[in-house]
């Protein structure tokens, strides 16, 4: 799915009107059609007390009129507060001119604005994706008021204030605190950002029925990865496939008091399906290793605590490095001859990247479509302190077009990178998977795809994103997000894998 700027979110209003020949006062009763059935679902009409809806002056606030007449036709006890300006868009007179006159409707004014009760509902119909300017004057006491009032917000498209696809440029001036956000069509970039959680909330995207060639012809970084993209799905087996398809994986991986990093990795990158695995970790971690992942073979490195040599590289399709490693300066060395030898993909992971981080002219070694998964922390090492999550991601482009590489920026909605500047946001995913050991599992698991010949380096990643974030929904359906452990994502890719297969 794509994800689009303000701009072109208006143009596609207009190929859509254009190509399905409906005038905009159709589309937008389409918008508060969808915004109606959303809300008959969350919310009954007996329960829901009297739902105030505050209306800006263009189609977001006309947005906002016709569903107060739905949601009133519907039974739904509803007033309605207009923001007083100048002009108003042609659609929102309409609506304004077909809501009943039993709504009650007042004008916002700066001395008197509604009471809003603790838990009262109230729609957000003030600004959408025609916000101009940071909110000021009456419509930023409106906005101050709301927040303060702890009710129950319902942004239509975009919490007010909130620019769809940018920093804001005055961080001072005040944006509505949403409880649930409803886009229409495709969600907006600034739905994926941390920054931005607590002025969206809860996000859904609402099917109004938007013109499907212009987004196919919309140019933009920036995608949302699903569980139903076929770009991303994971190629049934043949029944003649055999080990060599899907590749034989070497991990390097562990060091004295980290093994598990390694074990869990490993067990990550059996289940991703990877025909065979050796892992080549340091000696004090030979019995642990070997009891808990027979699957696997195993070398042992000549050093006790930690991995200072590299192994022939001959047999294997693909390499990951990093879960539990340390930093020792042997391990450097390593790292270095890895990336100035390897012919085979490669993955790098944890203490890898601070490696790279701590060593940057080794970033000059990286080969091309070597895939690299940092969290913001390892990802700062590597770059430099993003002063926002826009700029992380200008950081993100910046580097993964220098450096010809993936990069999975790991996060509530993970970015996966490509070499050509494009970003792919992840769906799948819950807090639960804030958990030690869940990266050295995303590592395994990569590496597994990455090993499979089937799959290019792109698709590979974004298969294994994903697959590991359902892995985490199915886990977290049964332990509960604060019970959920590493070692369940393991236990799970299984099954993730097997919903992602056609
Ligand atoms: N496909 C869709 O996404 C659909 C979206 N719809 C809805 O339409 C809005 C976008 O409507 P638009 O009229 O373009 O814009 P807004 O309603 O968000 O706001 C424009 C008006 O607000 C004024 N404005 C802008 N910034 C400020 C500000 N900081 N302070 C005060 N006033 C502001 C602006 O006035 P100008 O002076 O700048 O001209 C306009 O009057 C979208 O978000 C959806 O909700 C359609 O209904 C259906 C399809
Ligand atoms: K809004």
Redesign the pocket.
């Known amino acids: 799915m794509k994800i689009l700027t303000a701009a072109q979110?208006?143009q596609?209003?207009q190929a859509t009107m254009q190509a399905q020949n409906i005038t905009s006062t159709e589309?937008?009763e389409r918008?508060a059609g969808a915004l109606a059935e959303w809300f008959y679902g969350e919310f009954h009409s007996n329960e829901a007390g009297e739902i105030l809806v505050l209306c800006?002056?263009?189609?977001?606030?006309?947005?906002g009129l016709a569903l107060a007449r739905l949601l009133h036709a519907a039974g739904y006890a509803v007033r309605v507060a207009l923001l007083p300006?100048e002009?108003q868009?042609a659609d929102w007179q309409h609506n304004r001119q077909h809501l009943p006159a039993a709504v009650p409707v007042a004008e916002l004014a700066a001395g008197a604005l509604p009471a809003i009760a603790p838990g009262a509902l109230v729609i957000d119909a003030l600004?959408?994706?025609?916000?101009?300017?940071?909110?000021?004057g009456l419509?930023a006491a409106v906005v101050a008021h709301l927040n303060q009032a702890r009710a129950h917000v319902v942004a239509?498209?975009?919490p007010s204030g909130l620019l769809a696809d940018g920093p804001q440029p005055d961080p001072g001036a005040p944006v509505v605190r949403a409880s649930y956000t409803l886009g229409?069509?495709l969600p907006k970039l600034a739905f994926l950002l941390p920054q931005n959680a607590d002025y969206v909330g809860e996000w859904h995207v609402l099917d109004?029925g938007?013109d499907q060639d212009f987004i196919d012809q919309a140019a933009t970084p920036w995608h949302f990865t699903q569980l139903a993209d076929a770009n991303v799905a994971l190629p049934r087996r043949g029944r003649f496939g055999y080990k060599n398809t899907f590749g034989h994986a070497l991990l390097l991986a562990g060091s004295r008091g980290k093994m598990g990093a390694a074990v869990l990795s490993a067990g990550a990158c059996l289940r991703g399906g990877v025909g065979l695995l050796t892992a080549h970790i340091p000696g004090v971690g030979y019995d642990v290793f070997q009891t808990t992942r027979p699957e696997a073979m195993c070398l042992t490195d000549a050093q006790a605590d930690f991995v200072s040599e590299l192994p022939d590289l001959g047999p294997y399709q693909a390499v990951g490095i990093g879960p539990g490693l340390g930093q020792a300066d042997a391990t450097r060395a390593v790292l270095e001859e890895l990336l100035r030898t390897a012919k085979v993909p490669l993955v790098i992971d944890a203490d890898a990247l601070n490696l790279l981080g701590a060593h940057r002219e080794l970033l000059e070694l990286l080969p091309e479509n070597t895939v690299l998964t940092p969290h913001i922390g390892e990802f700062t090492r590597l770059t430099e302190k993003a002063h926002d999550d826009y700029h992380r991601l200008d950081l993100l482009r910046a580097f993964i077009q220098k450096h010809r590489c993936v990069v999975v920026l790991k996060g509530a909605y993970t970015a996966v990178g490509a070499p050509d500047g494009q970003v792919y946001f992840n769906s799948t995913g819950n807090p639960g998977m804030g958990t030690g050991g869940s990266g050295d599992v995303l590592t395994g698991l990569v590496l597994a795809l990455r090993a499979d010949q089937r799959l290019g380096p792109l698709h590979a990643t974004r298969l294994a994103v994903l697959a590991h974030g359902h892995a985490g929904d199915l886990a977290a359906a049964e332990t509960g997000e604060a019970g959920l452990i590493a070692g369940d994502l393991v236990a799970h890719i299984g099954p993730a894998l097997q919903a992602l297969t056609v």
């Open positions: 979110t208006h596609l209003d589309l937008m918008a800006g002056p263009g189609n977001n606030g006309g947005d300006t002009k868009s600004f959408g994706t025609g916000l101009a300017r940071p909110l000021a419509a239509v498209d975009l229409f069509g109004i938007l």
